[in-house]
């Protein structure tokens, strides 16, 4: 029994398995990020797939976003700019926009618990295994998964379901995750939900 009943009051969810989508609410208005986005959209519709698929499983979706260095971000707000037809990375947002009941964290650096409230989370929808998805490969993938390892968290990185800018840096990355880090980085249409 939890000590602060409180906080587990807006996690009402109980998961061994959540999926994480990082960093896919982005403009891609930035050095790179035109190549980035070509990488991504293929990514964004598979993982569009695997969303559904969790949600049906009752799976918790947890989006773990960057604050883009804005120290008064507004997950809401970004939402909404990145949704923009004005903005590149619109059709990716469009794909992947957040339900009423998916949860979301802010990060301001590569790793999704570097200074966030995810552990937190994880632990009160007593998660043991954590699904990651999203962008960059690389880079907030990679860091993320790091640090998630160390938490003794079961990884499973689709390798359908993740992009970087170059398609070798990716094949690196996932080859990295799955060597080192123990990944499983079977394609998302082999995830069954029931069996995890």
Request: proline share 4%.
């Amino acid at each position: 029994m939890s000590q602060n009943e409180d906080l587990h009051g807006n996690a009402p969810d109980e998961s061994n398995v959540v999926l994480l989508l990082i960093d896919v609410i982005s403009d891609f208005e930035f050095s790179d990020g035109e190549k980035l986005f070509e990488s991504a959209l293929p990514m964004a519709k598979k993982l569009a797939a695997l969303k559904e698929k969790a949600k049906k499983a009752n799976v918790p979706v947890i989006y773990v976003n960057d604050n883009f260095g804005k120290w008064q971000s507004d997950f809401r707000k970004l939402l909404k700019h990145c949704l923009d037809k004005s903005v590149r990375g619109s059709r990716i947002a469009e794909l992947l926009k957040p339900d009423e009941d998916d949860y979301f964290v802010l990060k301001p650096k590569h790793s999704g618990f570097y200074s966030t409230t995810l552990e937190t989370l994880l632990e009160y929808l007593n998660s043991k295994t954590l699904i990651l998805t999203g962008v960059a490969t690389d880079i907030c993938i990679l860091f993320t998964a790091s640090d998630a390892y160390m938490r003794d968290y079961k990884l499973i990185i689709p390798s359908d379901c993740v992009a970087a800018v170059e398609k070798d840096e990716n094949q690196h990355a996932l080859k990295y995750l799955e060597k080192v880090l123990e990944a499983d980085t079977r394609p998302s249409d082999e995830i069954d939900f029931e069996k995890l």
